[in-house]
Antibody
Framework: QVQLQESGPGLVKPSDTLSLTCDVSNYSISNDNWWGWIRQPPGKGLEWIGYIYHSGSTYYYPSLKSRVTMSLDTSKNQVSLKLTSVTAVDTAVYYC???????????????WGQGTMVTVSS | EIVLTQSPGTLSLSPGERATLSCRASQSVRDSYLAWYQQRPGQAPRLLIYGASNRATGIPDRFSGSGSRTDFTLAINRLEPEDFAVYYC?????????FGQGTKLEIK
């Protein structure tokens, strides 16, 4: 079955760049799906960060847009997230997820990774 | 940006009862592109409902979604012990996409 696995440093210093990857198994990221990142601060709700399509098209949450970059590596079947100039408010569990399909009607996330906790602290 | 407000914040019920969760949008959600997710402690969210009323693959028919425009409902019949979790709605009809703050369904 399709599996997503996030990885990256668990601890990032303030003002540094957070870099995460999402390894996708048993499914090609070049298929007709968007690949999204969602985060969840400790004890709080879900926050949509953005998503990327295999064409390279991206959409980022407006308040994060200046700090976020998403990319795809088709040779490794990986999705990546970079978030610059992090502060404590960026501390969260970060999830990658797949949309059901490419058209807007299919933009619910049907497959999620287990998530990776990132703490921003000096 | 569409703000989704879920109510109640916490719902206390017993196994076997019926749960009704509400998600209200600050403006109309295009084409009822609204999803519901279940999140158990320590786990990733799981898609339950998409397009307001369509069950995702493998979701039991005890779960049903309804609504349109600004008012949406998730109903869970005959609550099972594993249903006690946090539920989130998400709209994906209008950019930027957004989630509600969640409803915690707890055992009474």
């Amino acid at each position: 079955q399709v599996q997503l696995q996030e990885s990256g440093p668990g601890l990032v210093k303030p003002s540094d760049t957070l870099s995460l990857t999402c390894d996708v198994s048993n499914y090609s990221i070049s298929n007709d799906n968007w690949w999204g990142w969602i985060r969840q601060p400790p004890g709080k709700g879900l926050e949509w960060i953005g998503y990327i399509y295999h064409s390279g098209s991206t959409y980022y949450y407006p308040s994060l847009k200046s700090r976020v970059t998403m990319s795809l590596d088709t040779s490794k079947n990986q999705v990546s997230l970079k978030l610059t100039s992090v502060t404590a408010v960026d501390t969260a569990v970060y999830y990658c997820a797949r949309t059901m399909g490419d058209a807007y009607k299919w933009h619910a996330f049907d497959i999620w990774g287990q998530g990776t906790m990132v703490t921003v602290s000096s | 940006e569409i703000v989704l407000t879920q109510s109640p914040g916490t719902l206390s019920l017993s196994p076997g009862e019926r749960a009704t969760l509400s998600c209200r949008a600050s403006q109309s959600v295009r084409d009822s592109y609204l999803a519901w997710y279940q999140q158990r402690p320590g786990q990733a969210p799981r898609l339950l409902i998409y397009g307001a009323s369509n069950r995702a693959t493998g979701i039991p028919d005890r779960f049903s979604g309804s609504g349109s425009r600004t008012d949406f409902t998730l109903a869970i019949n005959r609550l099972e012990p594993e249903d006690f979790a946090v539920y989130y709605c998400q709209q994906y009809g209008n950019s930027p996409y957004s989630f509600g703050q969640g409803t915690k369904l707890e055992i009474k």
